[in-house]
């Protein structure tokens, strides 16, 4: 097969062709940083962390931009509630995520832009749609786009002018020539951050920021843009119709791309409704690693429910993944392939899981091939199969569970990776009585491991251990 790729723009799968054959230039939309970032934010950093993993494996080179939006109108309502300069606020709020989406181990950014950092070619992206006839300024310093002067607009979400009109909520502004126009630059107001423009001072407009962020560093047109569901309108139908007024080059982008949102327990996250799980709580409780299998057991199109039940049961597969590698170790190199059913099962887990991603990166069908490849590892030690057949598969594993963001290398539980060489030493003890036939003293410490969350199995080849 080939990768496909499901675009928004067409809602049909599309095979993916890049601008610039072997480099794709691939951008996503980022926070706000006004408050502490949620696991909604973290399951659409996870996806797109994902789709840039598998076209790196494919052999794509990948410019990978993800945004700061580091001024805004809630960033100054929330520093002044704090006491702080909106920019502090902002600073400490970059840095947090920068340090949270590394433990879930999410590749940084080949570009982080600030909104601040852009000011410039904001200010003359918006003087060249002013000079195109595209937007107009107003008293107060207000700078609109008019949607009248880009006959495509609504394309993206296939709503007319007449009915996003009747479906939103729209500000009365009598200064507007249409009701949604939106704003490109905004006048400044008293005490808040401005920059000077020929407008006066004021600072940029949302949607301008990610076009004129994407013309500078990525250029007129771009592979992929990222997002939610939720930014398809107004954002995104925004962001193409300033870029493409401005430029004059269609398509701005060649595949949109949008992950489902996330609920908890069936009832969307909230700030108002207070029902939020920030990324640091997750952390806490040790769920880096079995949140983003939870994330990529739901299709990315797909909206995702965060329950107990699924978080745990994703906690479990990691725990299955994890023991079907226990020993392996990479070494100088992928190992030679064997004659044996197990490799054979390997190479066919490679085929099946290339064939799931290239099906717009369908992550389900994909971890299924995954996970089948691990029983076959597990059930292939207990009957005492070759080391070398076993590592060959399990080189297998690890390398696809790579590709995924997966950690193979790390604890389950929250004792963490300090305490593995004493329930390593207790676990030889346990032998040693065993072959004593002290198996009182034997059956003791297999029921405290396992009070602990340590699960001991007895094979022809040794025992192994995982935590439940």
Same mark, same amino acid.
């Given at each position: %097969?080939?990768?496909?790729?499901?675009?928004?723009?067409?809602?049909?799968?599309?095979?993916?062709?890049?601008?610039?054959?072997?480099?794709?230039? %691939?951008?996503?939309?980022?926070?706000?940083?006004?408050?502490?970032?949620?696991? =909604?934010?973290?399951?659409s950093a996870i996806v797109f962390d994902m789709i840039r993993r598998y076209l790196e494996y494919c052999g794509y080179e990948v410019t990978f931009a993800m945004n700061f939006t580091d001024v805004d109108d809630k960033i100054i309502q929330r520093a002044a509630t704090l006491g702080l300069e909106p920019s502090a606020l902002a600073e400490q709020l970059i840095d947090a995520w920068l340090d949270e989406t590394a433990a879930l181990n999410i590749k940084p950014a080949t570009l982080y832009p600030r909104v601040t950092q852009e000011i410039s070619t904001i200010i003359d992206m918006v003087a060249g749609l002013i000079a195109k006839g595209h937007a107009y300024a107003v008293d107060g310093g207000d700078v609109f786009f008019r949607v009248s002067s880009f006959p495509d607009y609504g394309k993206l979400s296939r709503r007319s002018l007449e009915e996003m009109l009747a479906g939103a909520r729209v500000e009365v502004d009598s200064r507007k020539e249409h009701p949604m126009d939106f704003a490109l630059w905004k006048g400044a107001k008293l005490g808040e951050p401005a920059w000077d423009s020929p407008w006066g001072p004021g600072r940029p407009g949302w949607h301008?920021?990610? +076009?004129? %962020?994407?013309?500078?560093?990525?250029?007129?047109?771009i592979d992929i843009h990222g997002g939610g569901t939720?930014?398809?309108?107004?954002?995104?139908?925004?962001?193409?119709?300033? +870029?493409?007024a401005f430029t004059g080059k269609r398509p701005f982008v060649r595949y949109w791309m949008h992950n489902g949102l996330l609920q908890l327990g069936g009832e969307k996250m909230s700030k108002s409704l207070g029902n939020l799980i920030t990324i640091g709580e997750l952390?806490?409780?040790?769920?880096? *690693?079995?949140?983003?299998?939870l994330v990529l057991s739901s299709h990315y199109r797909s909206p995702l429910t965060f329950t107990d039940e699924a978080f745990e049961a994703a906690r479990r597969g990691l725990t299955r993944l994890r023991t079907a590698v226990r020993g392996y170790e990479p070494g100088d190199g992928p190992p030679e392939r064997p004659t044996s059913e197990l490799a054979d099962k390997a190479d066919a887990t490679h085929a099946g899981f290339r064939e799931a991603m290239d099906d717009d990166f369908n992550t389900p069908v994909a971890l299924a091939h995954v996970f089948d490849l691990a029983r076959s590892i597990n059930r292939a030690q207990a009957s005492g199969a070759s080391r070398a057949a076993v590592r060959y598969a399990q080189a297998t594993l690890a390398e696809l569970c790579a590709v995924l963001g997966l950690r193979l290398?790390?604890?389950?539980?929250?004792? =963490?990776?300090?305490?593995?060489?004493?329930?390593?030493?207790?676990?030889?003890?346990?032998?040693?009585?065993?072959q004593q036939r002290q198996w009182s003293l034997a059956d003791r410490i297999? !029921?405290?491991?396992?009070?602990? *969350?340590?699960?001991?199995? !007895?094979?022809?080849s040794g025992t192994t251990w995982r935590w439940t």
């Open positions: %097969m080939v990768l496909q790729i499901t675009n928004t723009m067409t809602r049909e799968k599309e095979v993916f062709q890049p601008l610039e054959p072997g480099r794709v230039r %691939m951008y996503v939309c980022g926070p706000t940083v006004y408050a502490d970032a949620h696991i =909604g934010h973290a399951m301008i920021e990610c +076009s004129a %962020m994407i013309y500078r560093h990525l250029g007129e047109q939720d930014l398809i309108f107004p954002h995104h139908e925004n962001e193409i119709a300033q +870029s493409e952390l806490e409780q040790g769920g880096a *690693g079995p949140f983003r299998l290398d790390e604890p389950d539980a929250p004792l =963490g990776r300090a305490v593995e060489p004493l329930i390593q030493l207790l676990i030889e003890i346990r032998s040693e009585l065993r297999r !029921d405290r491991l396992s009070e602990l *969350g340590v699960v001991l199995e !007895d094979t022809p």
